[in-house]
């Protein structure tokens, strides 16, 4: 069974860069996509982008400028880098694993962890 | 971007009613539409993917259909565990991906 398990700082200050690991277990990291979500408090859920194990990467138009996501075959994670943040990015955000054939979807999820960013 | 709007935002039934869910996206995705039901707390659970294909381990009694613009998840007999959670329609037909809004099923 494919687990997933986000961590990372739940606080970060604005102007910084907030930085979250994803954890699988259960599946090899090399196959597959794999995407990172958020879901501000009160809103609905957004897609950042996503890494193949190739390393080719697609992110969301709206943070493509700020965020980088990356690959550790050696410890089957992969990680989320956003720049820059402010208050806009607090949100619980999600790692995914992202089966690409007849439609691209996100399955299974992890818990979700909340970053608030503050000072 | 494509929006995809869900409809109603919210919803009070009883146990073992029918309810449908209604996702519209604002131009043609053929059948790149997921399905999620979310708890509070709790991670994102796929449900239908493709438009109307069952989610291996989801019970039979979640269907989803349609095609181009208009798509409906329907629950044909509520459970107890299908309340106090959230109803998320996703399209794949093209990136940035993108969800419905969402529909919260409460219990009347």
């Known amino acids: 069974q494919v687990q997933l398990q986000e961590s990372g700082p739940g606080l970060v200050k604005p102007s910084e860069t907030l930085s979250l690991t994803c954890t699988v277990s259960?599946?090899?990291?090399?196959?597959?996509?794999w995407s990172w979500l958020r879901q501000p408090p009160g809103k609905g859920l957004e897609w950042i982008g996503y890494?193949?194990?190739?390393?080719?990467?697609n992110y969301s138009p709206s943070l493509k400028s700020r965020a980088t996501i990356s690959l550790d075959t050696s410890k089957n994670q992969f990680s989320l880098k956003l720049s820059s943040v402010t208050a806009a990015d607090t949100a619980v955000y999600y790692c995914?694993?992202?089966?690409?054939?007849?439609?691209?979807?996100?399955?299974?999820w992890g818990q979700g962890t909340l970053v608030t960013v503050s000072s | 971007d494509i929006q995809m709007t869900q409809s109603p935002s919210s919803l009070s039934a009883s146990i073992g009613d029918r309810v449908t869910i209604t996702c519209r996206a604002s131009?043609?995705?053929?059948?790149?539409l997921n399905w999620y039901q979310h708890k509070p707390g709790k991670a994102p659970k796929l449900l239908i993917y493709?438009?109307?294909?069952l989610q291996s381990g989801v019970p039979s009694r979640f269907t989803g259909s349609g095609s181009g613009t208009d798509f409906t998840l329907t629950i044909s007999s509520l459970h107890p565990e299908d309340f106090a959670t959230y109803y998320y329609c996703?399209?794949?037909?093209?990136?940035?991906?993108?969800f419905g809004q969402g529909t919260k099923l409460e219990i009347k």
């Open positions: 996703q399209q794949s037909y093209n990136t940035p991906y993108t």
């Open positions: 259960g599946d090899s990291i090399s196959s597959f996509y």
């Open positions: 890494i193949y194990y190739s390393g080719y990467t």
């Open positions: 995914a694993r992202t089966p690409y054939s007849r439609s691209t979807r996100f399955d299974p």
């Open positions: 493709a438009a109307s294909t």
């Open positions: 131009q043609n995705i053929s059948s790149y």
